[in-house]
């Protein structure tokens, strides 16, 4: 755990400065069943696929760019429908209920692509 959490609980540290960049960050995670409302500065963070084919992610991706959304974080997974599959993990900055975010995903979904929203919830604050 890091200094913050050794500080909250009382922990003594078996071993400091193990990372391999002393710039190296670690995101956590907590998850729950209820919505976040929106704060103002938030995120959210989807699971995005569609029919493979040349050009896919860069269609994925254009509605973002073209309504002005910024994309913070996006990997690739194999999908384990078939081979050569994928699905996209996309964070973006957003709430889910904002109505920019919301036309985004709804030109995603018409043009044939399926859209899972994992959540949104507030920025990190460090």
């Not at 990997?75 to 599959?85: T, V, Y």
């Amino acid at each position: 755990a890091g200094d913050m959490a050794r500080e909250l609980y009382n922990l003594e540290p078996v071993q400091r400065n193990i990372e391999d960049r002393p710039d190296n960050t670690t995101r956590f995670l907590i998850i729950g069943r209820q919505d976040t409302p929106p704060s103002g500065r938030d995120k959210t963070s989807l699971l995005i696929s569609g029919k493979n084919r040349p050009g896919l992610l860069s269609d994925l991706l254009r509605p973002f760019r073209d309504k002005g959304i910024n994309l913070t974080r996006l990997e690739s997974r194999p999908s384990r429908i078939a081979n050569w599959s994928y699905v996209f993990f996309v964070d973006c900055e957003g709430h889910k209920a904002d109505a920019t975010l919301t036309e985004v995903l709804e030109i995603l979904e018409a043009d044939g692509n399926t859209i899972k929203v994992l959540g949104s919830y507030p920025k990190a604050v460090l």
